[in-house]
Protein backbone atom coordinates (compact mmCIF):
# COMPACT_ATOMS: atom_id res chain seq x y z
CA UNK A 1 0.00 0.00 0.00
CA UNK A 2 1.40 3.59 -1.23
CA UNK A 3 0.29 6.77 0.90
CA UNK A 4 -0.59 9.98 -0.88
CA UNK A 5 0.58 12.95 0.47
CA UNK A 6 -0.03 16.53 -1.26
CA UNK A 7 3.24 17.49 -3.13
CA UNK A 8 3.30 21.30 -2.56
CA UNK A 9 1.80 21.35 1.22
CA UNK A 10 4.48 18.78 1.71
CA UNK A 11 7.18 20.89 0.19
CA UNK A 12 5.54 23.87 2.14
CA UNK A 13 5.93 21.62 5.63
CA UNK A 14 9.13 20.49 4.95
CA UNK A 15 10.15 24.36 4.41
CA UNK A 16 8.22 25.18 8.38
CA UNK A 17 9.33 21.98 9.60
CA UNK A 18 13.18 23.45 8.70
CA UNK A 19 12.60 27.24 9.57
CA UNK A 20 11.35 25.64 13.10
CA UNK A 21 13.84 23.77 13.84
CA UNK A 22 16.47 26.72 12.83
CA UNK A 23 14.59 29.02 15.00
CA UNK A 24 14.27 26.45 17.86
CA UNK A 25 17.89 25.25 17.67
CA UNK A 26 18.45 29.16 17.83
CA UNK A 27 16.78 29.94 20.23
CA UNK A 28 18.23 26.35 22.12
CA UNK A 29 21.56 27.91 21.87
CA UNK A 30 20.73 31.22 23.30
CA UNK A 31 18.60 30.12 26.36
CA UNK A 32 20.86 27.84 28.95
CA UNK A 33 19.19 25.78 31.66
CA UNK A 34 19.10 28.46 33.78
CA UNK A 35 16.62 30.51 31.55
CA UNK A 36 12.75 30.18 32.57
CA UNK A 37 9.98 29.65 30.36
CA UNK A 38 7.31 32.64 32.84
CA UNK A 39 4.53 32.97 30.42
CA UNK A 40 2.84 36.05 30.61
CA UNK A 41 -0.98 36.13 28.24
CA UNK A 42 0.39 39.21 25.39
CA UNK A 43 3.90 39.06 26.90
CA UNK A 44 6.39 39.45 23.31
CA UNK A 45 10.00 40.08 22.73
CA UNK A 46 11.56 40.20 19.01
CA UNK A 47 14.73 39.90 18.21
CA UNK A 48 17.40 40.45 15.77
CA UNK A 49 19.87 37.40 14.66
CA UNK A 50 23.05 37.98 13.46
CA UNK A 51 24.97 34.46 12.12
CA UNK A 52 28.29 34.08 10.35
CA UNK A 53 27.71 34.49 6.38
CA UNK A 54 23.88 34.61 6.92
CA UNK A 55 21.69 37.77 6.18
CA UNK A 56 20.42 38.80 9.57
CA UNK A 57 16.72 37.47 10.44
CA UNK A 58 14.39 38.29 13.03
CA UNK A 59 12.08 36.55 15.03
CA UNK A 60 9.19 37.37 17.51
CA UNK A 61 8.12 35.10 20.86
CA UNK A 62 4.83 35.75 22.23
CA UNK A 63 2.38 34.39 24.51
CA UNK A 64 -0.91 34.80 22.63
CA UNK A 65 -3.53 32.84 24.61
CA UNK A 66 -4.47 30.41 27.17
CA UNK A 67 -6.38 27.13 27.20
CA UNK A 68 -6.74 25.65 30.94
CA UNK A 69 -3.40 25.50 32.51
CA UNK A 70 -1.73 25.84 29.18
CA UNK A 71 -0.27 28.40 26.93
CA UNK A 72 -0.33 29.06 23.25
CA UNK A 73 3.19 30.68 22.55
CA UNK A 74 4.27 31.69 19.20
CA UNK A 75 7.28 32.34 17.26
CA UNK A 76 7.32 34.24 14.10
CA UNK A 77 10.55 33.72 11.53
CA UNK A 78 11.02 36.66 9.43
CA UNK A 79 14.04 36.30 7.01
CA UNK A 80 12.98 35.74 3.42
CA UNK A 81 9.72 35.28 3.80
CA UNK A 82 7.51 34.76 7.32
CA UNK A 83 6.89 31.32 9.05
CA UNK A 84 4.55 31.28 12.21
CA UNK A 85 4.69 28.14 14.22
CA UNK A 86 2.11 28.51 17.18
CA UNK A 87 1.64 25.46 19.99
CA UNK A 88 -0.15 25.34 22.71
CA UNK A 89 2.18 24.06 25.74
CA UNK A 90 2.06 23.02 29.48
CA UNK A 91 5.65 24.08 30.41
CA UNK A 92 9.04 25.39 28.12
CA UNK A 93 8.08 25.00 24.58
CA UNK A 94 11.47 24.34 23.92
CA UNK A 95 10.69 21.03 25.23
CA UNK A 96 9.18 18.85 22.73
CA UNK A 97 7.21 16.94 26.01
CA UNK A 98 5.50 19.84 26.83
CA UNK A 99 3.77 20.09 23.36
CA UNK A 100 0.15 19.60 22.93
CA UNK A 101 -1.13 20.79 19.69
CA UNK A 102 0.86 22.90 17.03
CA UNK A 103 0.13 25.23 14.09
CA UNK A 104 2.22 26.28 10.70
CA UNK A 105 1.99 28.82 8.38
CA UNK A 106 4.46 29.66 5.87
CA UNK A 107 4.38 32.97 4.12
CA UNK A 108 0.96 33.38 2.52
CA UNK A 109 -0.06 29.86 2.36
CA UNK A 110 -2.76 28.04 4.58
CA UNK A 111 -1.93 27.48 8.40
CA UNK A 112 -1.98 23.54 9.34
CA UNK A 113 -2.22 21.48 12.12
CA UNK A 114 0.51 19.19 12.69
CA UNK A 115 0.01 15.98 14.27
CA UNK A 116 1.60 15.76 17.28
CA UNK A 117 2.59 11.98 17.74
CA UNK A 118 5.33 10.58 19.52
CA UNK A 119 6.96 13.31 21.12
CA UNK A 120 8.52 11.31 23.91
CA UNK A 121 10.64 10.60 21.00
CA UNK A 122 12.23 14.27 21.03
CA UNK A 123 14.36 15.33 23.97
CA UNK A 124 15.55 19.18 25.41
CA UNK A 125 18.09 19.88 22.47
CA UNK A 126 19.92 22.29 24.82
CA UNK A 127 22.56 20.83 27.03
CA UNK A 128 22.34 21.55 30.82
CA UNK A 129 24.97 24.35 31.49
CA UNK A 130 27.86 23.86 33.62
CA UNK A 131 29.96 26.37 35.04
CA UNK A 132 27.68 28.62 34.44
CA UNK A 133 29.78 31.93 35.83
CA UNK A 134 28.20 35.29 37.24
CA UNK A 135 29.77 38.64 36.19
CA UNK A 136 26.99 40.69 38.00
CA UNK A 137 25.06 43.39 36.99
CA UNK A 138 25.49 45.48 33.91
CA UNK A 139 24.16 48.62 31.60
CA UNK A 140 23.87 46.89 28.12
CA UNK A 141 22.58 49.11 25.11
CA UNK A 142 20.77 47.08 22.34
CA UNK A 143 18.15 48.06 19.60
CA UNK A 144 15.35 48.28 22.05
CA UNK A 145 16.81 50.29 24.87
CA UNK A 146 19.12 50.39 27.28
CA UNK A 147 18.90 47.78 30.61
CA UNK A 148 20.31 47.10 33.79
CA UNK A 149 21.06 43.30 33.08
CA UNK A 150 22.25 40.28 34.82
CA UNK A 151 25.39 38.75 32.83
CA UNK A 152 26.29 34.71 33.11
CA UNK A 153 28.74 33.25 31.23
CA UNK A 154 29.53 29.72 30.29
CA UNK A 155 31.92 27.41 27.85
CA UNK A 156 30.41 25.71 25.15
CA UNK A 157 31.87 23.77 22.41
CA UNK A 158 35.70 25.45 22.84
CA UNK A 159 33.90 29.03 22.72
CA UNK A 160 32.46 31.53 25.54
CA UNK A 161 28.75 32.36 25.82
CA UNK A 162 27.79 35.46 27.22
CA UNK A 163 23.82 36.29 28.01
CA UNK A 164 22.08 39.25 30.13
CA UNK A 165 18.87 38.54 31.38
CA UNK A 166 16.26 41.14 32.47
CA UNK A 167 12.86 40.27 34.25
CA UNK A 168 10.78 42.42 32.61
CA UNK A 169 11.48 40.77 29.49
CA UNK A 170 8.71 38.36 28.43
CA UNK A 171 8.31 35.96 28.10
CA UNK A 172 12.23 34.45 28.68
CA UNK A 173 14.00 37.41 30.20
CA UNK A 174 16.75 37.53 27.47
CA UNK A 175 18.27 40.83 26.58
CA UNK A 176 21.03 39.61 24.43
CA UNK A 177 23.04 36.02 24.04
CA UNK A 178 26.54 36.37 21.85
CA UNK A 179 28.46 33.20 21.13
CA UNK A 180 30.61 32.13 18.24
CA UNK A 181 27.73 31.00 16.04
CA UNK A 182 24.71 33.94 16.57
CA UNK A 183 23.92 37.21 18.53
CA UNK A 184 20.48 37.52 19.57
CA UNK A 185 19.92 41.05 20.40
CA UNK A 186 16.77 42.45 21.89
CA UNK A 187 14.41 45.24 19.74
CA UNK A 188 11.00 45.51 21.23
CA UNK A 189 9.50 43.99 24.01
CA UNK A 190 5.86 44.70 25.30
CA UNK A 191 2.46 43.38 25.81
CA UNK A 192 -0.65 42.94 24.06
CA UNK A 193 0.72 40.39 21.63
CA UNK A 194 -2.03 38.54 19.62
CA UNK A 195 -1.64 35.55 17.10
CA UNK A 196 -0.27 36.04 13.69
CA UNK A 197 -2.57 33.09 12.81
CA UNK A 198 -6.21 34.66 12.40
CA UNK A 199 -7.72 31.39 9.76
CA UNK A 200 -8.87 28.51 11.31
CA UNK A 201 -5.84 26.06 10.25
CA UNK A 202 -6.08 22.88 8.08
CA UNK A 203 -5.90 19.55 9.58
CA UNK A 204 -3.68 16.34 8.35
CA UNK A 205 -5.90 13.52 8.70
CA UNK A 206 -4.40 10.50 9.77
CA UNK A 207 -5.72 7.25 9.16
CA UNK A 208 -4.22 3.81 8.02
CA UNK A 209 -4.23 4.18 4.40
CA UNK A 210 -3.96 7.62 3.53
CA UNK A 211 -2.75 11.04 4.80
CA UNK A 212 -4.45 13.91 2.71
CA UNK A 213 -4.90 17.72 2.38
CA UNK A 214 -6.76 19.76 0.18
CA UNK A 215 -4.15 21.03 -2.38
CA UNK A 216 -3.59 20.51 -6.05
CA UNK A 217 -0.78 18.36 -6.79
CA UNK A 218 0.13 14.88 -5.29
CA UNK A 219 3.17 11.83 -5.32
CA UNK A 220 3.07 8.43 -3.89
CA UNK A 221 6.20 7.40 -1.11
CA UNK A 222 6.42 3.75 -0.25
CA UNK A 223 5.02 2.60 2.97
CA UNK A 224 8.35 1.71 4.71
CA UNK A 225 9.61 5.43 3.43
CA UNK A 226 9.72 7.73 6.55
CA UNK A 227 7.46 10.61 5.76
CA UNK A 228 7.15 12.54 9.42
CA UNK A 229 8.43 15.69 9.94
CA UNK A 230 10.74 15.63 12.89
CA UNK A 231 10.65 19.06 14.05
CA UNK A 232 13.14 18.65 16.58
Known amino acids: MKKIIPFSLMFILLLISGAYAQSNDTINQCLTSFSQFKPVIGGWSEYQLKTPDEPMSKIRLAVVGKEGQDYWYE ?10 TKVLTSGDP ?65 GTVDIW ?26 TGAESLIKEKPQEIKQNNEQHTLPDLGSFNINDDDDYRIHLW
Do not use: W
Open 75 to 84: TVLRDEDQTI
Open 94 to 158: NDAKNVKRMIMKYGNEPAVEVPITGSDQFSKNSKPVQDLVSKGTEDIKVPAGEFIAEHFQYQEDG
Open 165 to 190: INDCVSPYALVKSKSRVVEMSLTGYG
